[in-house]
């Protein structure tokens, strides 16, 4: 593929990791629209961010293994597609029934994006080549959630909260409408794992037997858990804590999203020099050490906005390492089930995620200290699976030193394109 055809396809790719974090947070500023326009309640319009997130969980899973049998384009083609109608429904819904049971389906269509997109990546490159493209991924679906709301925000000073499931549908078919132009099918059919369910789900068994992968996908899933109960917890005390505005908030929440940004650029820089799992290790004691520092902060009595702020800073800074580190390890570790296991990795973060965001507050008002010791306990099981289970200084998932006269990294190219290797 030339170099001008795999901007195109990390363009389209990027486009469709982000399609899902936006039709996820960019209608929440409309909440209390919605429950005037369906005179429901709040709980029943929350109910459909839910249904959302699990589509996202359960599509992935289900959807990345069987790419493997059937091939990457076409199941592309018919989640874009399908959720440029569902957006459509999502903004014509008569009723919040209607309303929740589209944001379900909605979830797992955009879902096809996000795994298959991964598992194309690893179809076409390896080692440092596949990581410097899935850093790109991860950094768009990382930027995407932050800026969702503020996208939400503009379209309903401008109409109504359908306006933004409108604005979701046309999304879709562009996206649609590049994948058909720009994605061509990277896996061959003689690639493609036969034998039906059966072998689909023997795959995604075989993965589940791999400790390494185990502990690679614990160690994204801890470290994403500690994110969402920050993602969670940081309102209450960014605002009702140290008395910040709404603007205030929004500008330390985009400036710790600028770290995570950062960081995944100068992990892309580090990746073709640096072992991944070195890395994986210096995101993760990054992560700790910014946590570990606000508890301790906030046990001796110092709670400030600065200091609040440069501890939650330096975790957004070291998970920027950790995610890109991470899914880089996870899809080398699979990559005789590519599908499988990017389904796992997507299956792994939303459910952890999911379970992680309500936490902060589950025993009482949301403070410093509550979301502090939340998003530790994560990340001190993100340390732990690590050295448990991933052992990274055995070396798994990293790329084969390179042969005379060739790169490290080109063996899945080269395989797509039928050259020796």
């Keep these: ?18 399609v899902s974090p936006f039709a996820t947070d960019m209608y929440i500023p409309g909440f209390p629209e919605i429950v005037t326009s369906f005179g429901t309640t709040g709980t029943a319009v929350q109910l459909s961010l839910t249904a959302c997130l699990v589509g996202l969980a359960v599509g992935q899973v289900v959807l990345g293994p069987v790419s493997d049998a059937a091939g990457r384009r076409r199941l592309l083609l018919a ?22 049971v589209a944001r379900l389906l909605q979830g797992i269509a955009g879902s096809a994006g996000l795994v298959i997109g991964r598992a194309v990546i690893s179809d076409r490159f390896s080692g440092s080549h596949a990581a410097r493209q899935l850093t790109t991924l991860s950094v768009i679906a990382m930027t995407a959630p932050v800026l969702a709301p503020v996208t939400g925000g503009l379209l309903l000073g401008i109409g ?56 690679y996908l614990l160690v994204l ?11 969670t917890g940081s309102p209450f005390v960014f605002r009702n804590v140290y008395g910040l505005s709404p603007a205030g908030y929004g500008l330390v929440f985009a400036t710790n999203a600028v770290g995570t940004v950062a960081a995944g650029a100068v992990f892309g820089r580090l990746a073709a020099r640096v072992r991944l ?12 050490a910014s946590v570990l520092t606000l508890v301790t902060l906030l046990v001796l009595g110092i709670s400030t906005l600065p200091t609040t702020w440069a501890c939650l800073f330096g975790l957004t800074t070291g998970f920027g390492i950790l995610l890109p580190a991470s899914t880089t390890l996870v899809l080398a570790v699979g990559r005789d089930a590519p599908g499988a296991a990017s389904g796992l990795l ?28 939340v998003v530790l306990g994560f990340v001190l099981l993100s340390a732990a699976v690590l050295i448990i289970l991933a052992r990274p200084w055995q070396g798994h998932g990293e790329p084969a030193a ?3 006269g060739r790169p490290a990294g080109n063996d899945a190219a080269c395989r797509h394109r039928g050259e020796p290797m």
């Design 1 to 18: 593929m030339t170099r001008t055809g795999t901007g195109r396809l990390v363009v389209v790719l990027g486009g469709l990791s982000a």
């Design 79 to 100: 989640g874009s597609g399908t959720f440029t109608v569902l957006s459509l429904l999502c903004a014509l819904a008569p009723s919040i029934v209607v309303f929740d």
């Design 160 to 215: 109504s909260w359908r306006l933004v499931f409108v604005a979701l549908a046309v999304t879709g078919l562009l996206l649609t409408t590049a994948v058909r132009a720009w994605v061509p099918e990277s896996l061959p059919a003689e690639r493609r794992r036969t034998g039906g369910l059966r072998a689909v789900l023997a795959a995604t068994g075989g993965l589940l037997r791999r400790r390494e992968l185990i502990g």
């Design 221 to 231: 899933g801890c470290g994403l858990a500690a994110l969402f109960a920050y993602i």
């Design 277 to 288: 799992n070195s890395l994986l290790v210096i995101g993760v004691i990054v992560t700790v």
């Design 346 to 373: 997507g299956g792994a973060q939303f459910a952890l995620g999911a379970a992680a965001a309500p936490l902060p507050g589950v025993l009482g008002p949301t403070t410093a200290m509550s979301t502090a010791v």
């Design 402 to 404: 390179p042969g005379p």
